[in-house]
């Protein structure tokens, strides 16, 4: 199960720290990923790290200004957004490829376990 919070409202140039508490995996064992999506637009991919913290991906949107960080201790991803534009308002999810064992990034194709998503408002 995944389980995100720490979206909200926020106004232009804020930022927010949105995490992503995993249960019933090893966290260990995947890689995770950051998705959004926008209303009237496709689902896109935001972020992912590997599963031993040592490699990273970043949309170009939002590379410089989002990081994504694990504590497989704690079982939870986070992402970490800062300088927040409205155009990155979307309903975010994070994702596992389990029950796949994956432990590098992979196309979003490769994510098939899914979080009830926690919205992002960017508005002055």
């Known amino acids: 199960q995944l389980v995100e919070s720490g979206g909200g409202f926020v106004q232009p140039g804020g930022s927010l720290r949105l995490s992503c508490a995993v249960s019933?995996?090893?966290?260990?064992?995947?890689?995770m990923g950051w998705f959004r999506q926008a209303p009237g637009k496709e689902r896109e991919g935001v972020s992912c790290?590997?599963?031993?913290?040592?490699?990273?991906y970043y949309a170009d949107s939002v590379k410089g200004r989002f990081t994504i960080s694990r504590d497989n201790a704690k079982n939870t991803v986070y992402l970490q957004m800062n300088s927040l534009r409205p155009e990155d308002t979307a309903v975010y999810y994070c994702?596992?490829?389990?029950?796949?064992?994956?432990?590098?990034?992979?196309?979003?194709?490769?994510?098939?376990?899914w979080g009830q998503g926690t919205q992002v408002t960017v508005s002055s």
């Open positions: 790290i590997s599963s031993s913290d040592t490699t990273t």
């Open positions: 994702a596992a490829p389990w029950p796949v064992i994956q432990t590098v990034c992979g196309p979003p194709s490769d994510f098939s376990s």
């Open positions: 019933g995996l090893t966290l260990d064992y995947y890689a």
